[in-house]
Nanobody, 115 residues
Framework: QVQPVESGGGLVQPGGSLRLSCAVPGSVFIIYDMGWYRQAPGKQRELVAAITSGARTNYTGSVKGRFTISRDNAKKTLSLQMSSLKPEDTAVYYC?????????WGQGTQVTVSS
């Protein structure tokens, strides 16, 4: 079964930037729409950014204009460039197919925005 591997999280001050990466080995990555999800403490996991197999993108309102999703089909990787980070962006970030998951959830990568 396919399990993505997320990386790139960390502690950043409000207003800062981070770039998350996700590797999806062993999958037919190119045919699926992909997304970045996040889960904050005590909240449900939510889809925050998605990219189609044809590279069209869509974002939830709270991150629009601040986050940029991209994909490299040859390398089977997904990226999320995050800027102007806010404390409310603090969460564990995961990648998976979108708009619903087909892969086993990975461990995710923790993003903490705090001064």
């Amino acid at each position: 079964q396919v399990q993505p591997v997320e990386s790139g999280g960390g502690l950043v001050q409000p207003g800062g930037s981070l770039r998350l990466s996700c590797a999806v080995p062993g999958s037919v990555f190119i045919i699926y729409d992909m997304g970045w999800y996040r889960q904050a403490p005590g909240k449900q996991r939510e889809l925050v950014a998605a990219i189609t197999s044809g590279a069209r993108t869509n974002y939830t309102g709270s991150v629009k204009g601040r986050f940029t999703i991209s994909r490299d089909n040859a390398k089977k990787t997904l990226s999320l460039q995050m800027s102007s980070l806010k404390p409310e962006d603090t969460a564990v970030y995961y990648c998976n197919t979108a708009p619903f998951e087909r892969y086993t959830w990975g461990q995710g990568t923790q993003v903490t925005v705090s001064s």
